[in-house]
């Protein structure tokens, strides 16, 4: 088939193999000619492995590390008449390159909230790797069932206290407008703690520590955004900045309860950058526009293979990182310093829908994310009539 995206507000419902296979491949070809991590850990369990900052991780580890890469994620296979999901592609070509350079890879497909998915990849690690040295917990997702007692969750995007007005940019109709944002309930806070707070992230641990599958001095990290003013009232300080605050609290208790094993957990903040998670948030299309913009005219800008490659290098894998006072790993730095942010927020006010294609880097926003979905790239020929068809 031949295969165009089909964009529904912020999301695109459909891929492609060839493009996503495009990406996938760009990401090693730059972590490989940054050259190998020395000290990087040899079997890799990455929790939301196939887009977005768990891919990058993955894709470090494996071609910068030489790791044996242990995969989860919930992605929807191809059929015949319907293209699969972004991920799966990416699983399938990030899969196809590890075969090729010899390198242990093996993905699961299933809900990694489940006891059951921590089971079988417990299996997984005992049968093929013995132990697993590194843990990264790269999950987004907007609902999560409870292993125990099966009540769904759903998590939500909203102030906390205060209704709150801002400027954002609607994708869909292309209008830069105000929005006002009706504060969360107490439900909602704690239902998106519930979601994606570090509950589960703790129970990942609890199961692979129970199995004796931990090895000692492992490292575990979980990504988290913490910004600065402009998005601070729908991100930091909202409903997912609450659920992220419990990820310090779950780190805290994961080097407490594992020091016995010298598990080192970490809370990683990462630079904002367009992933299918991201795009979802609103205010966020304008912010990372207008943060793109000033971060390319001052030559820092960086995208998800960057960051990570960088985390690995400097930070996770250090004796003794540099941390935060909250104990977290930044690799966002460049982002939240004062002189980028008030450069962005000296644009902030006179943005409209008129003057944001000169005002922000809305064009970069937007090739980015045909790119989450393999469009966009100039070496795929979009008119080829292609198999949606890929294995893992
Ligand atoms: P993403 O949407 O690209 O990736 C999410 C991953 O989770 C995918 O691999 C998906 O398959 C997997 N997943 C979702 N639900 C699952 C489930 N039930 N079972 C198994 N796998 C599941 O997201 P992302 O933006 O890369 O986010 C990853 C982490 O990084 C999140 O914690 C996010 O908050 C954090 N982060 C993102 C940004 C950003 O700007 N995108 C910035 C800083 C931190």
Redesign the pocket.
Known sequence: MVIKPKIRGFICTNAHPVGCAESVNQQIEFVKQQGEIANCPKNVLV?????????ASRITAAFSGGANTLG????KEPTEKRTGTA?WYNTAAFHKAAEKAGLYHKTLN????SHE?KHQIIETIQQDMGKVDLII?????PR?TDPDTGEAYVSSLKPVGNKYTTKTFDTNKEVVHDIELEPATQDEIDNTIKV?GGEDWELWIKALNEAGVLADNCKTT????IGKELTWPIYGHAT?GKA?EDLDRAAAALNSNYSDLNLKAYVT??????????SAIPV?PLY?SLMYQVMKDEGCHEG?IEQIYGLFNQLLLAENPPMDEANRLRM?TVETNDEIQGKIKAIWPQVTTENFPELGDYQGYHLDFLK?FGFGFDNVDYEADVSPIADW
Do not use: P
Not at 222 to 225: S, V
Not at 269 to 278: D, E, H, P, Y
């Open positions: 929790i939301g492995c196939s887009t977005g900052y768990g891919l989860v994620c919930f992605e991920g299933g809900d990694a909230f998915l917990y790269s999950l987004a997702s999560r994606m979980a990504y988290t955004y997912i992220k903040s990462l630079k904002a950058v367009v992933t299918q998670a991201s966020m990372i998800v966002d989450l």
